[in-house]
């Protein structure tokens, strides 16, 4: 299996929900990392995680929470969002972060409209 | 160093040559890659080239890396309809990647 795969593929959502985006790769990755991607823009990365632990913060606002529970699964979990929220959010895989070539790994991305 | 840019549009007839041009800032970046995304997909990592190279050549695509100029290039040769996409250069930068703005590249019969 050579893929991250990513669900839901769309989210429609108010700014008073809750929901969950999810991540899984079963390549052996160690690193896992979020991107959120704007339209004709590209991606900004917004948190690393390294061994399952967080290793980096792009100064994310805190509706979003991060979370690895093993080393194959990533979330994402999203509350009181705000409509400029919207937008494709990335989820990437590599074999080690800060190691050698940390050739990434993407999934098709969940693609988020928070009314 | 954070500002990567490429053209913003490249228009080339099937069967031609594609050379997408990407300006970087970082001379210390070890690693340029270059990804491709088709619309409402992920990205796709097509290739990349280590800081010590000028040239790599996989099938049909050819980087070349001028760390003088900090400048990269993906040249596609025989271009076909299905590689019209936006096409992402990358530099690692303090172990995080950043992604240029992108060229679209337009194929046409």
């Known amino acids: 299996d050579t893929e991250v795969t990513q669900t839901p593929k769309h989210l429609v959502m108010g700014m008073t929900n809750k929901k969950s985006l999810k991540c899984e790769q079963h390549?052996?990755?160690?690193?896992m990392y979020w991107y959120k991607q704007k339209a004709k823009k590209p991606p900004e990365l917004m948190f690393v995680y390294s061994y399952e632990k967080l290793s980096i913060n792009e100064s994310v606002p805190s509706r979003f929470s991060p979370e690895c529970p093993n080393s194959s699964l990533l979330n994402l979990h999203l509350h009181a969002l705000q409509p400029e929220d919207s937008a494709l959010y990335l989820c990437a895989s590599s074999p080690a972060w800060a190691s050698g070539d940390n050739e990434q790994f993407f999934g098709p991305g969940t693609r988020l409209t928070v009314l | 160093g954070e500002d990567v840019e490429q053209s913003l549009f490249l228009s080339v007839r099937e069967g031609d040559s594609s050379v997408i041009n990407c300006t970087y800032t970082?001379?210390?970046?070890?690693?340029l890659y270059w990804y491709k995304q088709e619309p409402g997909a992920g990205l796709q990592l097509l290739t990349y080239i280590f800081s010590n190279m000028d040239m790599k050549q996989d099938q049909r695509l050819t980087v070349l890396l001028n760390k003088k100029d900090k400048h990269l290039s993906l040249r596609i040769a025989d271009t076909q309809t299905g590689d019209s996409a936006i096409y992402f250069c990358?530099?690692?930068?303090?172990?995080?990647?950043?992604f240029g703005t992108g060229t679209r590249l337009q194929v046409f019969p």
């Open positions: 970082d001379s210390s970046s070890t690693y």
């Open positions: 990358a530099e690692r930068w303090a172990d995080k990647l950043i």
């Open positions: 390549m052996g990755h160690r690193a």
